[in-house]
């Protein structure tokens, strides 16, 4: 609780903890896995971590990377795993948002695609937590898509990574992840741009 009030008033704490290792500290807590899971634990560190996040550009990258290199990790432990979607939706933020008043006109790519968070092996790795077949966390991964969407390049590379999916999953899981694919599809269709709904009319999946 100190750590939290003290994070939000003093910016050069977020730089102690990030610059000594505190991001790995807290993942590390998080997906520790001795001892019963406390929901207030799992929060704490959500909280903390976004924190670390809001207006702390130089290190948001950072935290990142290590989020998706602890989620590829650790992807047996699936309260940790819906944490850590949890702070990517709460903390991603794109430069070419499709909801900017200029961001169809700005072809600028934003600094998380530059950054290579929203890429195409990220998406990979991130839409694999599918196998897990875990309810919540496929709330979580559509929350995080949809998030994705905003971004007009990100639009692109999620939407590649979905349909490679599907091209690439065993007959046993396609129904699902098709289900899936179409639920984001179907939810965002009225932000998709048309370079991102031609490659959709294109891949010979049926996700409109």
């Not at 704490?44 to 990377?65: A, F, G, V």
């Not at 650790?74 to 940790?80: G, I, M, P, T, W």
Request: glycine letters at 4%; hydrophobic letters at 40%; one cysteine or more.
């Amino acid at each position: 609780f100190i750590i939290k009030i003290i994070i939000k008033l003093n910016m050069k704490f977020k730089e102690i903890i990030c610059d000594n290792g505190g991001i790995e500290l807290l993942l590390n807590i998080l997906v520790d896995r001795i001892g019963p899971v406390h929901q207030n634990l799992l929060y704490s560190i959500y909280d903390i971590l976004k924190q670390l996040c809001i207006r702390n550009e130089t290190y948001k990258l950072t935290i990142h990377q290590l989020i998706i290199k602890y989620m590829n990790n650790n992807s047996e432990n699936e309260e940790a795993i819906k944490t850590m979607l949890k702070i990517l939706q709460a903390t991603l933020t794109f430069i070419d948002d499709i909801r900017m008043k200029d961001g169809n006109k700005q072809h600028a790519k934003s600094s998380e695609l530059d950054g290579h968070i929203v890429s195409n092996q990220n998406m990979d790795h991130i839409l694999k937590l599918l196998q897990l077949g875990n309810h919540q966390v496929i709330y979580e991964l559509r929350s995080l898509c949809s998030v994705v969407l905003k971004s007009r390049g990100g639009q692109i590379i999620l939407l590649q990574s979905l349909i490679k999916l599907l091209n690439t999953s065993e007959d046993k899981n396609r129904k699902e992840y098709l289900q899936f694919a179409q639920k984001v599809v179907q939810k965002n269709i009225g932000i998709l741009t048309s370079d991102a709904k031609t490659v959709l009319n294109q891949s010979g999946v049926d996700l409109l």
